[in-house]
């Protein structure tokens, strides 16, 4: 177990670099001086050229990808071009309200996305389960821009019953914390919802058509025992695979759902940072992001030998 | 050749019945075919959909403007029926180009196995852990904005995981029987990919593209409301409803309706995807739709 | 008052859309203290017989179930779902064919079988740990304490047996079903888990319902036996009677095609020919009609009813009296005879293949799994090789050597002197010419997707040989079926047929050596025989050589002419087929032989009289 | 301007709103005027949250690269030594009073004074601060305000005298913002200043947390006195929050969360008309949209394309569809408020057909560049419509700030679509980075020995009436040679809670809290 721990996580170390060279490429093929950001536009040519040497874009690409890549090894990941502080802090600073959406949405998942989806499939082929799965393709086919809008002019704007920005650190205010990441963990989790209802209906249908299901009917136990122990454990691991993968597209989505309800979190870091030309910081926080999907990738492997005995590594 | 021919309509036959007979790919079918027919007739509109009026600014639906005028008059229903072709492209073309070159890497990968396979799943690994807008956000802003290149970012990030689900097909397929007859015939290896597995891989394609094209398309939609996607004055869904949201409260219509459509369209692919799998009879759960 | 009595039991899938009658008005019984074996081929109805017992046939509307079930005094059909509920298992329980997938992989024992006490019985914890560890000791698990904790997947497949078996007892049923108990285990397993149902049955004094397709298992472990066909009762009788004097042809053609141990070796078999009808459509007059070589017109127009023959016995069929051809048309193959001549078509030289168990941080290998452990073999032109061994003896790794499937980690396999490993151009076009396959499972080895005339035509077009159509034909034609199967896919094809597809694309190529892997395993009793004969057959006809893979040595024994039993990657005991079946030295040859269902040393209770010779 | 067929609901709302800004002109002007005494009743304390589209990078005022929407911030924590009025007039601030003789000038410093980290504020640190921005080692995005700077020297500790190398009629304009904020020398040489600001303002500097807000504290030892006596700032604190959508700021602004707005666009503020707990005032500060056509190449080095260019935009439709009506059109960069301003200057008239004929038949193809931030490139869509009709064949780039400015330096585009807030701190400071042959602006790549003639005689006069002369000669050849094409300018009212009072602008409208108070 710990060697097989030991050994993903070595195989991690190709993958990451893949991911650092990837990444370092594609962010120089952005167009664009970093400098006038920094600057101003109205900056003359001399100051610009004399920041650029001073951010080192002056040397050649594989000195400056074997800086950064060196600066991170040593866990520096380098500091802002924008605003000179430590890119770590930033992204320290960034990542409870991308945590704190994340894991709100997932909890919404598992709250509400697996009962239902149980529901949908012991219900299956009932109008109970017609809507359940039918709100769930409304949940996947909707934008999270268009959602997130609609929630906002409706919420905020008509009914006033939450405000519609702003971030409050958990830390400080509880309460208003809460209240400001309503509609944004909606507008996230409404995706993974929709997904694990979907996994949980199918994947619990398939468990309740296996053999020991009926050798579990054969011994005249209860219909709620069968549904909840013999198949729906059977049925999760599945779903936390799925579920797990969602982790990748829950950050696709804190992106714009960040962007839309200003909270300062890594989706609006990565962003803004792309578009204001702030490369270390992206990369830094692109980086810490690809390292923790990876992770819950091991840990969902993890995950599995722990509900399914078979498994053993 | 005569019997392929019949081969092929015969072993697709169940399948298509199957299909139409569900009630969700009645749905999706004709919202498909809606959307392509528009793309494929838009030329036919001339520019109405580009012809601005600032006298006719964000009016609701009429008369004349059946669904309303947008922020600079123009015809909200021109345009959306001019913006099917940016959807039908990123569900066809990027989709089609990450579904071709992500089957044959996952062909590869999955075929023969060692060092080729370690080192396209690598890469697949560290390209599928980065959030799927973050890379074609990237990629959009290193390129340069705009349809061709929304077109190829949306493929740059699909291609992976087309790779990896036909790898994972392929590992469970070669190790079928009817695959070794093959193979111990003498079948060459490319004919063997082509006739033995690739009319296998169909239906999980089939399933996978159709979930693809919808993340493909809110991926576009994504873009265009960052700005990054389909350029002016071409219209797109995606920007069409970015731009709606912020005259939401002066005219409902404007991104409500281009925001029906994405919806529309993006359900009958979700749609259509359970329908193509429940017609192939496939419960796979790497299938479940990820963005 | 029987223990339970079905009457005119009627089970219709799609009742409201394409209607299947699966079971069609059966009529059963058991006795307390009985085993009724009911017997039939794939198809026959006895499994979804068995479900409606214990009410877990599919819900209305998918399907509906008429007549009566009576169990003491109880009605089960007017049972409400609460009322099953105390039924299964409390009072019929059941025993299912494949143990690896009737235990929930994720809970242990102890749970499992604790839930099926606890659902009908008030106890605590405790107790009912200690009940379920009762149980695995009734069903002589071995170590029972330390399984409780265990999972399905840390036991054999015989251990699985058991505890499925215990799990159906826990709660202490009077009547149980086993329904294919042992057909997924090793010969060895088999023989213990249907004698331990014996001893179970007789010390609780329970029912028993055994529902198998093997007749030798009939034989030797029934009191009475149901045969059924196309969903119904077509015989019914002691076990003795039925088998010692069956009165309809079906009964009397299964039993001449089961392979036996005793029968000559290298003996036709007598098959059935055709195949099972479709029950999906409906058909006047007897079901078997079609393939009864003693039908007359009015079988064809009239349903036999099940009539008294003999005490207890019932048969339907309008003339039951009518003489069959019976077994003794079986004719001796006259080539069988004689040592091997000329040099030998493929050979096996010390072939070791190991595969590697990697462990640890490095995945340095720390263990090898032998699966080949140093075995030589010779195949001779014209003669069949029996391969014989249980799961996990390595003889189908062995032959994936041969196959090129497989590199051995040491030896040689050669072929007509090409060494396989590294054969040249022509050589490796040779080998792929000249080595064909017929593999176990007639579901998978057909490519789906293909038409019938694209997988005959395949190997011919690799290797430039004439696929014309009438070529095509002309093999179909070589295993018994007609070029109308050309433009179809294998979806159309019953088992039986599949694999005769797949010894026509074999012979394609026109070979010297066809690998048989387990080629007849997973086909019924009559279908069996048609294929065995047919490899037969051919054999003669093209000077074929065959390297059968088997598990069962009675299957093999109308085919071998030489055998090699195989056991942890290593040949046991290797020679001619007559001194293996008849004086084995090898004490797990000897095992083998009479572990084997049917085998005549097993005959506890006289039953068997009627089917030794 | 308005046509018959408008839409009704915005025709109310501009009617509406039309009413509000005459009305409240008149609060506003005694808000921002010298006589704030009315101010002294009103509610002390409280914490002002303000929502802030334009988090600054940086808080060293001598970096700050923002032309001036950073002083809204920075003028929490800094004072200068002298202060403009809203006039134009300047008054006294950390320096009691100041003498012009020639090429020095003298301050006396105010005494008592002291940085929010105690150090004393003296000629030295004032010294300490101007030579930061001239030392070109600090790269101080200001260098160039203070360039005719030769020497500042510490006469004694209360009085400072700064050497001119030539004659600056600016440099009294630049020490009263950014170039002459004072900082404590103790804290800019800690290290890490830039977010970490210490200066002698009304606030203190508490937190700053990227993104999210930034927050100050009332100065209990604020130098400042109300007119009436009264301890300054009355607020007991400023927290900024920054929120970038327009829609968000707005429905914060309904909703009360945040009191006061740096600018909404006006489809947003003209929602906001008719809430009685919000105050709109136009202070006369707008956003100037233009489009500068690149003379350097082929086609806009033919004056005919440019003149057509200029015919075809609709500057009308623009506005309207762009500033939901709430715009002026101007010849320039000036406001009808300018002193520079003269209405007899007017560009060509819209004429889509005349510049068909001009172009002659074939269309012509030009790359227009814009900005991805709305409502560019709504305008630049617009402005492709109008240009086709008008026989040109435009192709539209939207690019990201640092994109377009990189193609526009390089000239790399043949018309490029910006903005400039205006008014500026001194007309010279919109025109000369534009339209000297010199400036580092200057996109058109004008080479204009006229305009830089005139610029020059503007620069380096102190007669308004010369200058005044010269600006409107610059803007008469800058529009009859069709270099640029001014587009509209849409208003940007300040926007506020009616509860909050006090405001003071700065001449380019930027905000003053000392005074501001919030009614309970």
Redesign the interface.
């Known amino acids: 177990m710990i ?1 097989y721990l ?2 993903r996580l070595a ?1 991690l170390i ?3 670099f ?2 650092s060279v ?2 370092f490429l ?2 120089r ?6 400098t ?10 001399a ?1 610009r050229a ?2 650029r040497a001073d951010l080192g874009l002056d040397t050649p690409l594989w000195r400056q990808f074997l800086d950064w890549i060196g600066g991170v090894l040593t866990g520096d990941l380098g500091r802002s071009w ?4 430590p890119v770590a802090g ?1 992204i320290v ?2 990542l409870p309200a991308t945590v704190e959406l994340g894991l709100i949405a997932l909890l919404l998942a598992v709250l509400i996305g697996i009962p239902a989806g149980v529901l949908a499939a012991v219900r299956r082929r009932t109008a109970t389960d017609s809507a359940l799965t039918g709100l769930g ?2 949940a ?7 959602l997130a ?1 609609l929630l ?2 409706v919420f ?2 008509w009914l ?1 019953v939450v ?5 409050v650190p958990f830390t400080e205010d509880p309460a208003g914390n809460l209240v400001r990441m309503v509609l944004p963990a909606i507008t996230v989790g409404s ?1 993974v919802v929709a ?1 694990v209802l ?2 949980t209906r ?2 619990l249908l ?1 468990a309740l058509g ?3 299901i ?10 709620r ?1 069968i549904v909840t ?2 198949a729906l ?2 049925a999760l691991v ?1 779903v936390v ?2 579920t797990a ?2 982790i ?2 829950l ?3 804190t ?2 759902t960040e ?4 909270l ?1 979190g890594m989706g ?5 940072g ?4 702030d490369l270390p910081v ?1 990369q830094g926080a ?1 980086l810490v ?2 390292t923790f ?2 992770l819950v ?1 091991l840990v969902t492997d993890l995950v599995y030998a722990w ?4 498994i053993t590594y | 050749m005569a019997t392929e021919t019949t081969t092929t309509r015969d072993a697709r036959r169940p399948v298509l019945t199957r299909l139409l007979r569900d009630r969700r790919a009645r749905f999706a079918l004709p919202v498909l075919a809606t959307v392509a027919v528009a793309a494929v007739a838009s030329p036919l509109l001339g520019d109405r959909s580009a012809a601005t009026d600032t006298d006719r600014l964000l009016t609701g639906p009429s008369a004349r403007h059946l669904l309303g005028t947008d922020e600079l008059g123009r015809d909200v229903l021109a345009r959306i029926v001019d913006g099917a072709a940016v959807t039908l492209a990123v569900a066809t073309v990027a989709v089609g180009l990450a579904l071709v070159l992500g089957t044959l890497l996952g062909l590869v990968a999955g075929y023969r196995g060692g060092w080729i396979d370690a080192l396209l799943m690598r890469t697949v690994d560290g390209l599928l852990a980065f959030p799927l807008l973050v890379l074609a956000l990237t990629v959009v802003a290193a390129l340069g904005p705009g349809l061709r290149n929304a077109l190829i970012a949306i493929a740059v990030v699909a291609t992976p995981r087309f790779a990896r689900v036909v790898r994972g097909e392929v590992l469970s397929l070669r190790t079928r029987e009817w695959v070794s007859a093959a193979h111990i015939v003498g079948v060459p290896t490319p004919a063997l990919l082509r006739r033995h597995l690739l009319p296998h891989l169909a239906g999980t394609l089939g399933v996978f593209a159709a979930l693809q094209a919808s993340t493909a398309i809110i991926a576009e939609a994504s873009l265009s409301f960052l700005g990054l996607g389909v350029q002016p004055p071409q219209p797109s869904w995606g920007a069409m409803v970015a731009a709606g949201t912020d005259h939401l409260d002066a005219s409902w219509s404007l991104s409500v309706f281009p925001g029906l459509a994405i919806l529309l369209t993006i359900a009958a692919f979700n749609l259509l995807a359970d329908a193509l799998r429940d017609a192939f009879d496939a419960h796979r759960p790497d299938l479940t739709p990820g963005r | 008052m029987p223990l339970l009595s079905v009457e005119h039991l009627t089970v219709t899938f799609n009742p409201d859309s394409r209607p299947v009658p699966a079971v069609t008005g059966v009529d059963l019984h058991v006795d307390a203290g009985e085993t009724l074996a009911v017997v039939g081929e794939s198809g026959s109805g006895k499994t979804v017989t068995a479900l409606s017992v214990l009410g877990l046939t599919p819900r209305p509307p998918a399907c509906r179930t008429t007549g009566t079930i009576r169990l003491g005094d109880t009605d089960l059909t007017s049972l409400d779902a609460r009322g099953w509920r105390s039924v299964r298992g409390r009072r019929v329980a059941m025993v299912f064919q494949d143990p690896s997938t009737a235990l929930n992989p994720l809970l242990t024992l102890g749970t499992q079988i604790a839930d099926a006490i606890r659902a009908h019985e008030p106890v605590g914890r405790a107790a009912a740990r200690e009940r379920a560890l009762a149980a695995l000791e009734l069903a002589r698990l071995p170590q029972p304490g330390t399984r409780l904790e265990q999972y399905p997947h840390q036991l054999s497949g015989g251990m699985r047996q058991r505890a499925a078996i215990a799990l159906a007892l826990a709660a202490g049923p009077q009547l149980l079903i086993a329904d294919e108990p042992t057909t997924a285990l090793d010969v060895a397993v088999q023989a213990e888990i249907l004698d331990m149902l014996d001893t179970l049955r007789r010390d609780l004094g329970m029912g028993l319902i055994l529902i198998t397709h093997d007749l030798g298992t009939v034989a030797t472990h029934a009191d009475r036996v149901a045969v059924m066909y196309a969903g119904r009762v077509v015989e019914t009788g002691p076990t003795g009677q039925v088998l010692g004097d069956p009165r309809m042809p079906y009964t009397r053609a299964l039993l001449a095609a089961t392979p036996r141990l005793d029968a000559p070796a290298r003996q036709r078999l007598v098959a059935i020919g055709g195949h099972p009808p479709d029950l999906a459509v409906a058909a006047p007059g007897c079901a078997f009609a079609p393939r009864c070589p003693v039908a007359l017109d009015v079988c064809r127009d009239e349903r036999p009813a099940l009539r008294p023959h003999a005490p207890d016995q019932l048969a339907a069929c309008h003339h039951p009296e009518a003489p069959l051809p019976g077994p003794v048309a079986a004719e001796h193959d006259p080539t069988s005879a004689g040592e091997p001549t000329g040099e030998p078509v493929a050979e096996f030289d010390e072939v070791v293949l190991h595969y590697p168990v990697r462990r640890g941080l490095l995945r340095r290998v720390v263990d090898r799994v032998r699966a080949v452990d140093g075995v030589s073999l010779r195949l001779w032109p014209g003669r069949t090789l029996a391969l014989v061994g249980e799961s996990g003896s390595g003889k189908t790794s062995l032959t994936r050597t041969l196959l090129r499937l497989e590199r051995p980690t040491g030896g040689t396999v050669s072929y007509s002197g090409i060494d396989v490993t590294r054969p040249d151009r022509e050589q490796l076009r040779r080998l792929q010419r000249e080595v064909q396959v017929v593999f176990q499972n007639p579901y998978a080895s057909l490519d789906p997707r293909m038409t019938v005339a694209q997988i005959l035509a395949e190997p011919l077009r690799v290797h430039r040989l004439d696929a014309s159509r009438t070529e095509l034909v002309r093999l179909l034609e070589q295993v018994g079926l007609d070029a109308a199967a050309l433009d179809r896919h294998p979806a159309a094809f019953s088992g039986g047929q599949r694999q005769r597809i797949a010894i026509a694309r074999a012979l394609g190529p026109r070979p010297r050596l066809i690998v048989c892997d387990e080629a007849v395993s997973a086909l019924d009793v009559s279908i069996q025989a048609q294929v065995l004969n047919l490899l037969a057959d051919l054999q003669r006809e093209h000077d074929l050589s065959y390297l059968f893979i088997t598990h069962d040595l009675a299957v093999v024994r109308s085919v071998a002419h030489d055998i090699a039993v195989m056991r942890h990657g290593r040949i046991v005991e290797h020679g001619p087929a007559e001194r293996i079946y008849g004086s084995p030295t090898h004490e797990y040859t000897r095992l083998l032989l009479e572990m084997a269902p049917g085998h005549p040393t097993q005959a506890p209770s006289g039953r068997t009289a009627a089917w030794s010779r | 301007m308005d046509t018959p067929s408008v839409h009704p609901a915005l025709l109310s709302r501009r009617a509406l709103l039309g009413g509000t800004v005459g009305a409240l002109a008149a609060v506003s002007l005694a808000a921002c005027g010298s006589d704030s005494g009315t101010a002294g009743g009103k509610g002390r304390g409280g914490t002002l949250t303000v929502g802030f589209d334009n988090e600054p990078t940086t808080l060293d005022p001598a970096l700050s690269s923002a032309i001036s929407s950073d002083r809204n911030v920075l003028n929490l924590f800094y004072d200068t030594l002298l202060r403009q009025d809203r006039d134009g007039s300047f008054v006294p601030a950390l320096a009691d009073r100041w003498t012009e003789d020639g090429r020095t000038v003298t301050f006396t410093l105010r005494e008592g004074v002291t940085f929010h980290d105690g150090t004393p504020f003296d000629a030295e640190a004032a010294a300490f601060n101007l030579r930061r921005v001239i030392d070109p080692a600090t790269r101080s995005t200001k260098a160039a305000a203070l360039k005719n700077v030769g020497s500042v020297d510490v006469v004694d500790a209360r009085t400072l005298r700064l050497t001119l190398k030539a004659s600056d009629p600016l440099l009294l304009i630049h020490l009263a913002h950014e170039p002459g904020m004072m900082a404590s020398p103790t804290a800019v040489k800690a290290g890490d200043y830039g977010r970490k600001p210490v200066g002698t303002g009304p606030f203190v500097f508490d937190a700053w947390r990227s993104k999210v807000q930034l927050t100050g504290k009332r100065n209990p030892t604020y130098w400042r006195r109300a007119t009436d006596g009264s301890a300054l700032p009355r607020l007991e604190q400023v927290v900024f929050r920054f929120v970038t959508d327009t829609k968000v700021l707005r429905a914060e602004v309904t909703t009360g969360g945040v009191q006061l707005v740096r600018t909404l666009p006006p489809e947003e503020f003209n929602q906001l008309a008719g809430d009685k707990q919000i105050t709109m005032t136009d202070t006369g500060v707008r956003r100037s949209y233009y489009v500068a056509l690149n003379v350097t190449r082929a086609p806009f080095n033919d004056p005919k394309v440019r003149a057509a260019f200029a015919m075809a935009i609709d500057r009308e439709g623009v506005g309207k569809a762009a500033a939901g009506g709430q715009y002026d059109l101007a010849p320039s960069f000036a406001t009808a408020k300018d002193w520079f301003y003269d209405p007899s200057i007017t560009p060509p008239a819209l004429d889509p057909a005349g510049a068909k004929t001009a172009l002659g038949g074939t269309p012509v193809p030009i790359t227009v560049v814009a900005r991805r931030r709305a409502p560019d490139p709504t305008i630049a869509e617009l402005l492709q419509s109008q240009l086709t009709a008008a026989g040109f064949a435009p192709k539209v780039e939207v690019l990201e700030a640092q994109t377009q400015l990189d193609r526009m330096r390089k000239q790399d585009f043949d018309a490029a679509l910006l903005v400039i807030d205006i008014p500026r701190l001194d007309p010279s400071l919109s025109f000369d980075p534009y339209f000297s042959s010199r400036g580092s602006n200057n996109w058109s790549g004008l080479a204009d020995s006229t305009l830089d003639r005139l610029l020059d005689t503007a620069a380096a006069s102190e007669d308004r009436a010369v200058r005044k002369q010269a600006y409107v000669e610059v803007q008469k050849r800058i529009v009859d040679e069709n270099y640029w094409v001014f587009l509209h300018q849409p208003k940007s009212p300040l926007i506020h809670s009616a509860k909050l009072s006090g405001i003071v602008l700065d001449v380019d409208g930027q905000w003053r809290l000392d005074e501001a108070a919030l009614a309970s």
């Open positions: 060697g030991v050994r195989q190709p993958v990451l893949v991911v990837v990444l594609l962010l093929l952005l167009p664009g001086d970093p006038t950001e920094i600057l101003g536009q109205e900056a003359s040519a100051d004399a920041l924008l605003t000179d502080e930033v600073d960034r393709v409304l996947l086919s909707t934008p999270h821009f268009y809008a906002i002019l905020a704007i006033r405000p519609p920005s702003g971030y995706t997904v979907r996994q199918g994947s398939a296996e053999d020991y009926r050798t579990a009917e054969a011994t005249g136990l209860r219909r025992r122990v013999y454990r059977n599945p695979t799925v993968l969602q990748g597209a950050m696709s989505a992106v714009v962007t839309i309800f200003t300062p609006t870091l990565i962003v803004n792309i578009f204001s030309r992206v692109v992001v690809v999907v990876l990738n509900l399914d005995p078979r």
